[in-house]
């Protein structure tokens, strides 16, 4: 699974490989850790240099204190990445709208029909993929023109998966 991981303003690409490897930026590193008890508190090994870290989730970020110092750290997995990116592009007011797989993935259901008027932020899809559910969701108010896909097909990236007009 890759990452994107944000500390201090400085973005890492980060890359969890087989068990016990890491790919940060391109370099790999040895790494172990483990929760000591039932608290934020691990314990890492990073390339046999021992580390002990207190780790809090927040809501959008998670609080490292590492050696004294607090960091405040970004994580985003490539799915979220991904639906944020489409997420985030403009959708015109008019015309023909196509919604398509933001990953390969399992059409799970398709809540929509035919002709069917939608609102913006409705469920038009929902599609599994690296075993998690997502929800593509209309960009804005429309009618159904054309499903080309339905629960338990398979798709693959970029394929135009719904039409809105």
Same mark, same amino acid.
């Given at each position: 699974?890759?990452?994107?991981?944000?500390v201090d303003g400085h973005t890492y690409q980060v890359e969890i490989n087989e068990e016990g490897h890491i790919t940060i930026d391109g370099q790999t590193v040895e790494v172990d850790f483990a929760?000591? $008890?039932?608290?934020?508190l691990y314990s890492l090994l990073v390339d046999n240099e021992s580390?002990?870290?207190?780790v809090e989730p927040?809501?959008?970020?998670?609080?490292?204190l590492l050696r004294g110092d607090l960091y405040e750290v970004d994580v985003v997995d490539e799915r979220v990445r991904l639906l944020r990116a489409r997420a985030s592009l403009t959708v015109p007011e008019s015309g023909e709208v196509t919604i398509r797989a933001p990953m390969p993935g399992l059409v799970v259901s398709?809540?929509?029909?035919? $002709?069917q008027e939608v609102s913006k932020g409705d469920n038009l899809v929902i599609l599994e993929s690296m075993?998690?559910?997502n929800e593509l969701k209309a960009p804005r108010d429309g009618r159904i023109e054309r499903i080309n896909i339905k629960?338990?097909?398979s798709v693959e990236r970029d394929q135009i998966l719904v039409v809105i007009s």
């Amino acid at each position: 699974m890759r990452y994107e991981v944000t500390v201090d303003g400085h973005t890492y690409q980060v890359e969890i490989n087989e068990e016990g490897h890491i790919t940060i930026d391109g370099q790999t590193v040895e790494v172990d850790f483990a929760q000591i $008890g039932n608290s934020g508190l691990y314990s890492l090994l990073v390339d046999n240099e021992s580390f002990e870290a207190l780790v809090e989730p927040r809501e959008n970020i998670w609080l490292v204190l590492l050696r004294g110092d607090l960091y405040e750290v970004d994580v985003v997995d490539e799915r979220v990445r991904l639906l944020r990116a489409r997420a985030s592009l403009t959708v015109p007011e008019s015309g023909e709208v196509t919604i398509r797989a933001p990953m390969p993935g399992l059409v799970v259901s398709v809540p929509v029909e035919m $002709g069917q008027e939608v609102s913006k932020g409705d469920n038009l899809v929902i599609l599994e993929s690296m075993k998690m559910e997502n929800e593509l969701k209309a960009p804005r108010d429309g009618r159904i023109e054309r499903i080309n896909i339905k629960a338990g097909d398979s798709v693959e990236r970029d394929q135009i998966l719904v039409v809105i007009s």
